[in-house]
């Protein structure tokens, strides 16, 4: 699937799309890391209800202060924020579960 995620971002996003696919692999490659056993369903149960209000308000950001773009553009940009944020929230449950067990 990411390929074909950064395909439609070259396509759609001529000069801003390495910055938007750097986007797509840091939160994948996060999410796929810090997944309990490289699972990546096991990590995506663990998020919890605010973390999902916080991925889904953070990743509308665009709509708001980029109106100038196209519709197609838009989307992308939010769902390439959905994806960092997704890796980035099992990032941070999995970084608060190390500090447990350490203490």
């Known amino acids: 699937m990411i390929p074909a995620i950064i395909n439609v971002l070259f396509f759609y996003l001529d000069k801003d799309a390495w910055f938007w696919a750097m986007f ?3 939160g ?3 999410l796929l890391v810090c997944s309990p056993n490289r699972k990546i369903t096991k990590g995506i149960r ?10 889904i308000v953070i990743s509308l950001t665009p709509i708001i202060f980029v ?4 519709l197609i553009a838009l989307i992308i940009k939010c769902f390439t924020l ?4 997704f890796g980035f929230s099992v990032f941070q449950i999995r970084i608060r579960e190390l500090n447990k067990i350490r203490r």
């Not at 663990?46 to 991925?55: C, D, E, M, S």
């Not at 109106?67 to 196209?70: A, C, M």
């Open 82 to 85: 959905f994806i960092i944020f």
């Open 67 to 70: 109106p100038r773009d196209t």
């Open 46 to 55: 663990k998020i919890t209800f605010l973390n999902w209000i916080f991925i």
């Open 24 to 26: 797509v692999w840091i």
């Open 28 to 30: 994948n490659i996060m």
